[in-house]
T-cell receptor, first 118, second 113 residues
Framework: EPEVTQTPSHQVTQMGQEVILRCVPI?????FYWYRQILGQKVEFLVS????????KSEIFDDQFSVERPDGSNFTLKIRSTKLEDSAMYFCASSGGPIVEGPSYEQYFGPGTRLTVT | KQEVTQIPAALSVPEGENLVLNCSFT??????LQWFRQDPGKGLTSLLL?????REQTSGRLNASLDKSSGRSTLYIAASQPGDSATYLCAVSLGGATNKLIFGTGTLLAVQP
């Protein structure tokens, strides 16, 4: 069964460093998302990406964040200068869109990358 | 602003019991609602998706209902098993260009053998 994959599973970085979190969405999906979950808190939407551009971003997604789909398979989240409060689990998700059969807007999540900023 | 609430926050039941998890949302203009399962330190597994035009969806021992007008959804788990122990999250989508999900805080379920 197709699945969303994410690498690395755990990333430790020092404050101020740049990190890139990588995701491979399900191959025929059209919509891509990043969410994050701070320990003990709700899962929060960060950004959505469709047709090679950001379709919506949350207030959390400020100038230190960026997303990219560098090729036909990968979807990345870059945090330019990490802060302690960026420590969280980051989830990538994808959904099919209208041309895919079935419940096309069902979102499928990856296993997450745990980011620890020290 | 859409707010999603889940009650109870935690639930412990003996194996074999049927149980109901509740989800409520403040804005009834949703596009769909998804129920997820999250195991400790793991990702989210989609269990069921209910479109706004639907009243319920079933998958195996799981049945989810949706009452848009009252802003409520329930997840019914029949004949619970210890393997059902996890956190259950509901999330609503408002549709539009992004279909982003807004999550509740979850219900932590423990099924005792």
């Amino acid at each position: 069964e197709p699945e969303v994959t994410q690498t690395p599973s755990h990333q430790v970085t020092q404050m101020g460093q740049e990190v890139i979190l990588r995701c491979v969405p399900i191959s025929n999906h059209l919509y891509f998302y990043w969410y994050r979950q701070i320990l003990g808190q709700k899962v929060e939407f960060l950004v959505s990406f469709y047709n090679n551009e950001i379709s919506e971003k949350s207030e959390i997604f400020d100038d230190q964040f960026s997303v990219e789909r560098p090729d036909g398979s990968n979807f990345t989240l870059k945090i330019r200068s990490t802060k302690l409060e960026d420590s969280a689990m980051y989830f990538c998700a994808s959904s099919g869109g209208p041309i895919v059969e079935g419940p096309s807007y069902e979102q499928y999540f990856g296993p997450g990358t745990r980011l620890t900023v020290t | 602003k859409q707010e999603v609430t889940q009650i109870p926050a935690a639930l412990s039941v003996p194996e074999g019991e049927n149980l109901v998890l509740n989800c409520s949302f403040t804005d009834s203009a949703i596009y769909n609602l998804q129920w997820f399962r999250q195991d400790p330190g793991k990702g989210l597994t989609s269990l069921l998706l209910i479109q706004s035009s639907q009243r319920e969806q079933t998958s195996g021992r799981l049945n989810a209902s949706l009452d848009k007008s009252s802003g409520r959804s329930t997840l019914y788990i029949a004949a619970s098993q210890p393997g059902d122990s996890a956190t259950y999250l509901c999330a609503v989508s408002l549709g539009g260009a992004t279909n982003k999900l807004i999550f509740g805080t979850g219900t932590l379920l423990a099924v005792q053998p």
